[in-house]
């Protein structure tokens, strides 16, 4: 069965850094884009991140580009989001997804709260 797990959210302060990680399971993994997503309270989700199926791609919202960083390890099927200077509007639920021909599939998604 085809699964994505995220991790790693906290309640951190401003200008702290958090590391996500997405684990992927039952799919062939390194075949997949995989693109990390965020919804803030009372917010549509809105796009974060993403990486190509080999790691050699990426682009970013223009809201994180220069502050996260996102990554791929292929062997161990996990992606990582590294999230550097938060801020308040980072605050929301972090969610993993891959996509590709073959399959589109979703975590349920890691809590970040930056808060003084």
């Known amino acids: 069965q085809a699964q994505l797990v995220e991790s790693g959210g906290a309640l951190v302060q401003p200008g702290d850094s958090l590391k996500l990680s997405c684990a992927a399971a039952?799919?062939?993994?390194?075949?997949?884009?995989l693109t990390w997503y965020r919804q803030s309270p009372g917010k549509e989700r809105k796009f974060v991140a993403t990486i190509s199926s080999g790691g050699a791609s990426t682009y970013y919202a223009d809201s994180v580009r220069g502050r996260f960083v996102i990554s791929r390890d292929n062997v161990k099927n996990t992606s990582y989001l590294q999230m550097n200077n938060l801020n308040y509007e980072d605050t929301g639920v972090y969610s993993c997804?891959?996509?590709?021909?073959?399959?589109?599939?979703w975590g349920q998604g890691t809590q970040v709260t930056v808060s003084s």
């Open positions: 997804r891959a996509f590709a021909e073959g399959g589109d599939y």
């Open positions: 039952g799919f062939p993994f390194a075949n997949y884009v």
